[in-house]
């Protein structure tokens, strides 16, 4: 189990990757940070992962976040605010599941798994808090 989060961070646009940059909790070695923008799932199983995102938009527009699988975006954990403005707060969450599967090939785990959320929107600015726990 794993919780991290940043405050107060600045989203560029596009292609900002969200930063954790601080642990709050971890147990274990299934979930861990890896730099500040990655989450690596150590060990085969499924995992819920959820992410809180809050902030103001740097200018109007929409606020999308999406998730990534090892490089590939996951539609399942994409959202969108669309029609944001730079006055109103914003509260973005996702929560999806992640399934680090077996290799039958070689009867081992496709682990690590690298997880990150990715501004695929205008910039903001806000916090992030992210909860992954193997669920089994």
């Known amino acids: ?21 601080s642990v709050t ?10 730099g500040v923008s990655s989450i690596q799932l150590n060990k085969c199983g499924v995992y ?5 995102a809050t902030g103001l938009a740097s200018t109007a527009g929409a606020v999308t976040v999406e998730m990534t699988k090892n490089g590939v975006p996951q539609p399942q954990a994409t959202r969108t605010l669309a029609g944001q403005t730079i006055d109103t707060a914003f509260s973005l969450p996702i929560t999806t599941l992640v399934q680090v ?3 039958d ?9 690298i997880i990150q959320f990715v ?12 909860v992954v726990t193997k669920i089994c």
């Open 101 to 103: 599967k077996d290799n």
């Open 119 to 130: 501004n695929t929107g205008v910039a903001w600015v806000g916090d992030v808090d992210i």
């Open 1 to 21: 189990m794993l919780e991290a989060y940043s405050k107060n961070q600045t989203i560029l646009a596009t292609t900002g990757v969200l930063p954790f940059n």
């Open 48 to 52: 819920e992962i959820s992410v809180g």
């Open 25 to 34: 909790l971890k147990k274990g070695c299934t979930a861990e940070l890896n």
């Open 105 to 113: 090939s070689c009867r081992c785990c496709d682990a690590p798994t």
